[in-house]
C-alpha cells in the first residue's frame, strides 16, 4: 500500500461534499507530476483529502477505489483521474503551519513541492499524521 496527499480548494470540492458523495473522480489535475502520481495510486491506497487555498489543513482520508483512467473533464488523453471515497474524517485537523512547525515532518512532499495537488506521502508520515489528526481506521 502507499500513500497520498490529494489537494483540493474546499470552494471547489470540500470534504463535505466528498462525504456526501461516498465515491468521486479525482479530476483536473493539469501537472505532468501530479498526474504520475496519480497514475501510480493503486486500489487500495489511502490519501489525505487536503483542503488547500483558503483552509490549508488536513481533514480526512480517502481511499483509492479505481484505479487511473482517462480524465472524463479533458478531451487530451493524456491527463487521468481516480476515484476515491471517504474513508474517514480527522478528529483533529492539521494545519499548514502545524506541518511546517514540527521537525518529524520537514521532508514531507507538500512543503517541498508545495504547488504539486497529487503528492506522495512516506509510510511514517501517514502514521504520524493520522496519529496527531485523530484519525481512526474504519472497519471494512
Known amino acids: 500500500m502507499a500513500y497520498w496527499l490529494v489537494k483540493s480548494e474546499p470552494e471547489a470540492f470540500s470534504w463535505a461534499q466528498q462525504v456526501h458523495n461516498v465515491v468521486e473522480p479525482w479530476t483536473g489535475v493539469r501537472n505532468y507530476q501530479a498526474r504520475n502520481n496519480l ?6 491506497d489511502l490519501a489525505f483529502f487536503y483542503h488547500s487555498v483558503s ?6 482520508v480517502v481511499e483509492v477505489v479505481r484505479e487511473a483512467y482517462p480524465d472524463p ?3 487530451d488523453p493524456r491527463w487521468v483521474c481516480v476515484d476515491v471515497r471517504a474513508y474517514g474524517a480527522f478528529g483533529k485537523p492539521i494545519s499548514l ?3 511546517k512547525a514540527d521537525p518529524e515532518l520537514s521532508e514531507m512532499a507538500l512543503l517541498k513541492q508545495s504547488r504539486l495537488s497529487v503528492a506522495p506521502v512516506t509510510d511514517d508520515e501517514f502514521r ?3 496519529d496527531r489528526g485523530a484519525w481512526v481506521r474504519p472497519a471494512k
Open 55 to 60: 483552509e490549508k489543513r488536513i481533514v480526512g
Open 39 to 44: 497514475a501510480a495510486m493503486k486500489t487500495g
Open 128 to 130: 504520524y499524521l493520522t
Open 97 to 99: 503551519a502545524d506541518i
Open 73 to 75: 473533464t479533458s478531451e
